[in-house]
């Protein structure tokens, strides 16, 4: 599984619409066949800063998707209503593991 984190600093004026500007290409990559999850959350400390977490079956799963129309389409829109580049991680993973630290019996 590819799983993804990103960090997107959006503008100010454009933070509390933010889910709304990215509404379309959230909901056309969670359609795709090999998206896992694709989850936006607001950062409680920096409150312009959108994180998003995503995770693909496979590496043809995610090539496909940054082959997409949707995908083509958020690189050449979404950069307008940012403040900087977003940063990301990006690794190939097993899978989904329990927390046995917060374990709930």
Same mark, same amino acid.
Not at 17 to 36: L, Y
Not at 74 to 85: C, F, I, N
Not at 90 to 105: F, I, P, Q, R, T
């Given at each position: 599984?590819?799983?993804?984190?990103?960090?997107?600093?959006?503008?100010?004026?454009? @933070?509390?619409?933010?889910?709304?500007? !990215?509404?379309? &290409?959230?909901? =056309? %990559?969670?359609?795709?066949?090999?998206?896992?999850f694709f989850?936006?959350?607001?950062?409680?400390?920096?409150?312009?800063?959108?994180?998003?977490?995503?995770?693909?079956?496979?590496?043809? @799963?995610?090539?496909?998707?940054?082959? !997409?129309?949707? &995908?083509?389409? =958020? %690189?050449?829109?979404?950069?307008?209503?940012?403040?900087?580049?977003?940063?990301v991680i990006?690794?190939?993973?097993?899978?989904?593991?329990?927390?046995?630290?917060?374990?709930?019996?």
């Open positions: 599984m590819i799983f993804i984190t990103a960090k997107f600093p959006v503008k100010p004026e454009h @933070a509390d619409a933010w889910p709304e500007i !990215s509404r379309a &290409f959230t909901q =056309a %990559t969670n359609a795709e066949e090999g998206c896992v989850e936006w959350s607001r950062s409680l400390e920096e409150p312009n800063t959108y994180v998003l977490i995503e995770a693909f079956r496979d590496d043809e @799963a995610g090539g496909l998707h940054v082959q !997409s129309e949707h &995908f083509q389409e =958020a %690189t050449r829109t979404l950069p307008a209503y940012l403040s900087e580049t977003p940063d990006n690794v190939n993973v097993d899978g989904w593991s329990k927390l046995g630290e917060m374990a709930v019996e």
